[in-house]
């Protein structure tokens, strides 16, 4: 949520990075946008729109900034205060001379506001963020030094907060802060950026430093300054951002979405790249961790949210059928409000494509603290989930700009599966026949993807037929069952039409009077080949909603003959073994629900009300 940019240089581009920058935050989910920059005379300029990026662009075209070295500028995505240009940021304060920007949420506004309005200070938005402005307004007024200032206020504030500051009085200076919120620098030559994440700045520097919890950073041309919130000095750790700003653009596709959609032969590849040699699972992350330290491990326990968590449930099957290690998968925000037994036999896991999902990150923190062990699954580098855990897989999917998140998806699957092959042999629950035919299984995924994907244009085809429907019902057992939750995420977030998603064995329980003619209904079938127990009996349940007048789209492997007596269409899939299915079936729920919306006229990148990293609880 939010995007955030702030740059400092020794040439009159502030405005160029930032609207860039912001340009390549879009992803986050945003519904206002705004920059603030200190012109060649030293004056501070602020322009800020509600809407669309364009809107700004507009505004900016019509009453243009004097170019300038100093800068910082956000998109907004809506907490206190609605989408308007009053609430957009940056909010300024001390006369005007004071821009300040925010991304999450002040818990303690309210009374901080109190005392400012009883001073007389006045406000002109609904934000926690303008109380912040003023307060860093007021206390520079009293101290004279921007960092000083800065210092003071955020010891005041509660909640989760990354901010971002600048005083026309102090020219070429910006200060940040963060608190349970990302935030990370971009070192330049004889400039230097911060961002919410590398995207703000990846097209000027590839060098970078997360910024750790609580502490506050100080930028220059020159140089950067990290402390505490107490201003003692921290050291940082550089690292090198593995893409570039060509990997952030859409390439000739139509949406980043389509891009993302067919980059998953390749994110599951560079998942598994260096991870396998020989056909024994080899993971660099886990190797300070210790075999001895899993191989004590007694129950695992994955947390996530959305997306993030179906790809813990598929990851269940396989561990706990390889591993023999019993594994729960909770949702992160319920997780720790319910006193959950945890104990140093216990492993934490948890995923996030961004690594900053603060649900997900308040969770790890409780169960360090409770004494467990915790190992994230992360696609994003010096994230904050990363640093918080004992170790970390990293999946290799390139940058994700699409909110609905697809290539991370069978890029996490991937990761888990190497982890429960690499758990299974640690443990020595499979012998090495058995490891090196799931590996050689794991290997070929990719290339079957990139099969799976040549369905695209008959799935598009379905999609055009079915823009009338008002809901769509997923139907699948085993791990068919987290893959048929997902399609109807999927479906939800894009076409914003009523999905649900069903675990087969419970239709006669009561989904089945959800069934009336025309109702379309996909159906995940297991292979009849490793799933012989299961097959006949989702054909049984095909059977039964086509007697009642459902249309059936059915997901299958190729040469799966007995479902299409029963089946509307059939959607083949290449042959795998039952616990590599998902990473197939999955590709045409997402194509899917990509053209049933593209056919719909809607955003497919950027879904309403949704953003792509939710920074808040």
Not at 222 to 239: H, L, M, N, R
Not at 379 to 395: D, K, L
Not at 516 to 527: K, N, T
């Amino acid at each position: 949520m939010c995007g955030i940019v702030g740059y400092v240089g020794g040439t009159n581009k502030a405005v160029e990075v930032l609207m860039g920058g912001l340009r390549r935050l879009e992803y986050r989910g945003y519904d206002s946008a705004g920059i603030a920059v200190i012109d060649e005379e030293g004056v501070l300029n602020s322009v800020k729109r509600a809407g669309k990026l364009a809107m700004l662009s507009d505004e900016l075209k019509r009453h243009p900034v004097n170019a300038g070295r100093t800068g910082i500028g956000h998109t907004r995505w809506a907490t206190h205060g609605g989408p308007t240009d009053e609430n957009a940021h940056p909010h300024l304060a001390d006369n005007g001379k004071l821009a300040l920007i925010h991304n999450g949420i002040i818990e303690n506004f309210g009374p901080l506001k109190a005392e400012l309005l009883a001073e007389g200070y006045t406000f002109e938005s609904e934000t926690d963020t303008e109380v912040a402005a003023v307060l860093l307004g007021r206390e520079y007024q009293r101290v004279g030094d921007l960092g000083e200032a800065f210092r003071s206020v955020v010891a005041r504030l509660d909640g989760a907060f990354t901010l971002l500051a600048l005083h026309q009085d102090q020219p070429g200076v910006v200060v940040g802060a963060r608190r349970n919120s990302p935030l990370v620098i971009g070192l330049g030559d004889g400039e230097n950026f911060l961002g919410s994440d590398v995207a703000a700045f990846i097209e000027y520097t590839r060098r970078a430093v997360a910024i750790g919890q609580d502490q506050i950073v100080t930028i220059t041309p020159d140089s950067v300054t990290v402390t505490d919130f107490f201003g003692a000095p921290v050291e940082v750790e550089e690292f090198d951002v593995a893409w570039d700003a060509s990997a952030s653009d859409k390439g000739g596709w139509s949406s980043f979405m389509a891009k993302e959609v067919s980059e998953q032969p390749d994110a599951v590849a560079n998942t598994l790249r260096g991870r396998i040699v020989d056909g024994v699972v080899v993971i660099p992350e886990l190797a300070e961790f210790g075999d001895e330290a899993l191989a004590r491990i007694r129950r695992i326990v994955i947390i996530a949210c959305g997306t993030a968590a179906y790809a813990g449930q598929v990851a269940k099957y396989a561990i706990e059928k390889w591993a023999k290690v019993p594994v729960d998968v909770e949702l992160s925000h319920e997780f720790r409000y319910r006193d959950p037994v945890i104990e140093n036999d216990t492993l934490v896991v948890s995923i996030s494509q961004s690594g900053e999902t603060m649900d997900t990150l308040m969770a790890v923190k409780y169960a360090r603290e409770a004494g467990a062990v915790a190992i994230s699954i992360c696609n994003t580098q010096g994230a904050t989930i990363p640093r918080e855990s004992n170790a970390v897989i990293y999946t290799h999917a390139g940058p994700e700009v699409a909110v609905a998140s697809t290539k991370a998806f069978v890029a996490q699957i991937a990761a888990l599966y190497l982890f429960a092959l690499h758990l299974a042999r640690v443990r020595g629950t499979l012998g090495s026949a058995e490891l090196l035919e799931h590996t050689a299984e794991l290997q070929a995924i990719p290339e079957k993807i990139a099969t799976t994907l040549l369905q695209g244009d008959a799935v598009r085809q379905l999609a055009t037929w079915m823009t009338d429907s008002r809901a769509v019902l997923f139907l699948g057992r085993h791990v068919g069952f987290p893959i048929a939750l997902e399609g109807a995420l999927k479906l939800k977030e894009l076409a914003y039409i009523h999905a649900e998603g069903f675990a087969a064995g419970e239709l006669k329980h009561g989904p089945i009077a959800l069934i009336e003619p025309g109702q379309p209904v996909f159906v995940v079938v297991p292979s009849p080949r490793g799933s012989a127990h299961l097959h006949p009996k989702v054909v049984s349940n095909i059977q039964e909603i086509r007697a009642r007048g459902a249309r059936v789209i059915v997901i299958a492997e190729q040469g799966d003959a007995a479902v299409l007596p029963f089946a509307d269409t059939v959607i083949h899939i290449p042959l795998a073994a039952p616990l590599f299915e998902p990473l197939l079936a999955v590709v045409p729920l997402q194509l899917f629900a990509m053209e049933l919306a593209t056919a719909k006229g809607l955003d497919v990148d950027q879904p309403r009300n949704l953003a792509k990293s939710v920074t808040v609880e």
